[in-house]
Every structure is written in structure tokens, then in C-alpha cells.
């Protein structure tokens, strides 16, 4: 067995660089190598972040020069009623933040919405998207490559499809501005997030743009896509599962629960959510969707940076008068662009695997994309009794004192 002093000093001297410890010891070993290097450079003890249960090798795909692991705490809320194209029963999400009180608030959405009978919940629409940019001389050339993207789309299909064995090229839609001209291709991958799977089958298919039309290949991504980036294209046509969660709280729950009424959540969301975030000119109509969105990602293993596309929401509430004269609260939330899988990437992870396997989702659904379908639907129910608890909160002026309860 290497020793890990040995390759520290072998690393000060300028042997060999830290990148490189792989190619001469295991992997726990190069961690502990580097973070003996680290130590001894910052004069900083390292014994929590080398203090990580899972083999370093487990991690190879996912990092580049480890040094151990990053510990968040995670906790569970649940469990999730779900009455969803794909989820179906009870669920328990695991959410991993340093937020204190955020899992006791959306317990609290949750228990609001069981005792309501639960929660409704559907991907409307799937699409993982990588748009890259063109040069032309002209919008005469523009306009030529974009007549043979529209009448050619079978061949980019084939193309982009021999890349992979899961992935299915939906649409490709040109956009022109001046003399650059931008596809934007959307795929079907399943149960993956997709973002590498759609650049490798993109990078395929614009050979053949290349090949056939004037138009000179100047990015794989052009940012059309739009890739962890605040973007009303996303907002609109939506990237990975666009999915609504929506649930009718009567009004006695409402009252009894949340110590308040649906009219005044319904007015707290209209003038927060919806008034304040269009006079914010924000792309995020919602009190605090992405909370539970990165809770959810860090816990299953997404793309953490991706939270920025799912604040993409939209959240309504309104009263309902019934016939006998009460009201009940109609509440949702619309994610135009969440980026989920439940295949590849960090869900691979031993600690990200078993927070899946506590949902039941771990690893390719039957039918393929099911379950990616499930945990965008099941996480759009925790986003929805986040938002239901916050408004809640704010509407009964509760916010502040419950911060204060649970000591944060």
C-alpha cells in the first residue's frame, strides 16, 4: 500500500501534481494525501471533511481531486400523499439543507394537505435541451439553414438517437438573430437528467448541419437552452419535466391548521407572489419553491446548480366559495423547468442512492422515464406544502414567532 506521506512530499517537491495521486495510490489513499498536503499549506485541520463513509472510488465520476466529503444534514418529511401520473400513495422525501425550520414548515404543508386528502400531481411536458449557435453570412444563409433544419428533422433524429440507447431527440426549433442562428434541440432521456446525454447526441447531429447547410458550428451551447441560468425561455417552454402539484384545502383545515383563512392566503399570494415578484421582475412566482427544491436535489443527487431553473414556479392560491356557502383554499405550484433524474450523475452516490431507494425510485423506471416522472411529481407536492405552510404563516403573522419556537 502507497503511503500518503510519501505522496505529499513526492507532491511538494513538485513530482507530481495533486490531480495525478490517482495514478499512484487508491483513492481513499489520494484523498488522504491530499488532505495531508492541504493541512500542512493552510495550517487547517481537515478531520471532519476526511471523516466520509463511502469509498473514494465511488465518487470518481462525480469529482476531481477529493479530499473527503462535504456533510449536510438531511432529515425526512412525509410522508408525501401523491396522487400523481406516475407517484401514486404515500411517499417520504428526504431533504438535506443547513435551513433550520424548513423541514418543520413543509411537514406542516404535508400534514395540511393529508388531512385535505392529498395532493394531485403531473409532468405535463418533458424536454431536456441543448441549443447550440451557428455562424452565417447573412439572414439569407440564416434562412436556408433553417428551411433544411425544419424539412431534415429525421436525419438530425438519427444522428442525435445513435449516440445513445435511451435518449429520443422531440423537437429542434431555430431561433435567427442577425447572422447567428441557434437550434435548440429537446430530447426524451428518460429516466436521466439528460444534460450530458443531450450535448453528446447534439454534438452529432450538428456535424451534419455543419455538412449540409452554410452555417459554421461556433458553440455546442449557445445558451438558448438554458443551462443553470435564470431564462424566461425556460420559464415559458420549459427544460427537463415541467410539472403542477395542486391540492383543495377546506376552509375549516385551514382555519384549525394554519390559524387563518383561505381568503387571506389567497390575498398574502396574490400581492406576494404574484404582484410583488412582477413588480421584482422575477421569474419565480412563488414564496420559496427552490428551498425544497435544493433540499430534495442535494438529498437524491441532481444537479445542485440546476435549483436556479426550478425557482422557475408559479404559485396560485384562491378561495373557493362552495354551495353551502364556506370556503375552501385551491392551492398549486407550476415548475416549468425541473431538471431531475433518478439514473446517472450524483444519484449514483451511495448516501443520494439510498435517499432514493427510501422513495422507491433508485435507478431506470418501467416503463423508462417513470421514474424521473415520479420524483419531479413528488417533489412538486413538498414545493407545494412549503409554499401553503409559508403563506400561512405570513398570513396569520405567525412567521417570525415560529423562527423564534424552533430557536434559528
Known amino acids: 500500500m502507497t503511503d500518503p506521506e510519501d505522496l505529499v512530499e513526492r507532491v511538494r517537491e513538485g513530482e507530481l501534481r495533486l490531480h495525478e495521486l490517482e495514478d499512484h495510490a487508491d483513492h481513499d489513499t489520494a484523498a488522504e494525501a491530499r488532505r ?12 471532519a471533511i476526511g471523516d466520509y463513509a463511502f469509498p473514494a472510488e465511488a465518487a470518481e465520476p462525480n469529482i476531481e481531486n477529493m479530499i473527503g466529503a462535504a456533510q449536510v444534514p438531511m432529515g425526512v418529511v412525509g410522508p408525501v400523499p401523491v396522487d400523481g401520473g406516475a407517484a401514486t400513495g404515500d411517499h417520504y422525501l ?13 411537514n406542516r404543508g404535508l400534514g395540511v394537505i393529508r388531512s385535505a386528502g392529498g395532493a394531485d400531481a403531473r409532468v405535463t411536458k418533458n424536454g431536456m435541451t441543448r441549443a447550440p449557435v451557428f ?8 434562412a436556408e439553414t433553417v428551411e433544411w433544419v425544419n424539412e431534415n428533422t429525421e436525419a438530425l433524429a438519427e444522428a442525435a438517437e445513435s449516440t ?10 431555430p431561433y435567427v438573430v442577425g447572422d447567428s442562428v441557434y437550434l435548440r434541440f429537446a430530447y426524451d432521456t ?25 452555417a459554421d458550428l461556433v458553440a455546442l451551447s449557445g445558451n438558448l437552452c438554458s443551462d443553470k441560468k435564470p431564462a424566461a425561455i425556460n420559464a415559458v417552454e420549459g427544460r427537463g419535466r415541467s410539472v403542477t ?30 404582484t410583488g415578484s412582477a413588480k421584482a421582475g422575477s421569474l419565480g412566482f412563488n414564496a420559496h419553491a427552490a428551498n425544497v427544491v435544493a433540499a430534495a436535489f442535494l438529498a437524491t ?18 378561495a373557493r366559495e362552495r354551495e353551502d356557502g364556506t370556503t375552501d383554499l385551491y392551492a398549486s405550484v407550476s415548475l416549468a423547468s425541473l431538471e431531475v433524474g433518478t439514473v446517472g450523475g450524483g444519484t449514483k452516490l451511495p448516501t443520494q442512492s439510498e435517499a432514493l431507494e427510501v422513495l422507491g425510485l433508485r435507478g431506470g423506471g418501467d416503463p423508462p422515464g417513470s421514474n424521473a416522472d415520479a420524483l419531479a411529481e413528488i417533489i412538486a407536492v413538498g414545493a407545494l ?15 417570525a414567532s415560529a423562527h423564534e419556537d424552533l430557536g434559528r
Open 36 to 47: 495531508l498536503f492541504l493541512e500542512r499549506e493552510t495550517a487547517t485541520e481537515l478531520e
Open 94 to 106: 428526504p431533504l438535506a439543507t443547513t435551513e433550520g425550520a424548513l423541514l418543520a414548515s413543509v
Open 135 to 142: 455562424r452565417v453570412a447573412g439572414v439569407a444563409e440564416a
Open 164 to 173: 445513445t440507447s435511451h435518449g429520443e431527440l422531440i423537437d429542434v426549433e
Open 190 to 214: 428518460k429516466d436521466a437528467m439528460g444534460m450530458n446525454m443531450a450535448t453528446i447526441a447534439t454534438g452529432e447531429a450538428c456535424e451534419i448541419v455543419e455538412r449540409e447547410t452554410p
Open 245 to 274: 402539484a395542486d391540492a383543495v384545502i377546506p376552509g375549516e383545515l385551514v382555519e384549525d391548521r394554519l390559524h387563518t383563512t383561505p381568503e387571506a392566503i389567497a390575498e398574502a399570494n396574490t400581492r406576494k407572489n404574484l
Open 301 to 318: 443527487g441532481q444537479d445542485e446548480a440546476q435549483v436556479v431553473e426550478a425557482a422557475n414556479a408559479i404559485t396560485t392560491m384562491d
Open 385 to 399: 406544502a412549503g409554499e401553503l405552510s409559508l403563506l400561512g404563516a405570513l398570513s396569520s403573522r405567525h412567521l
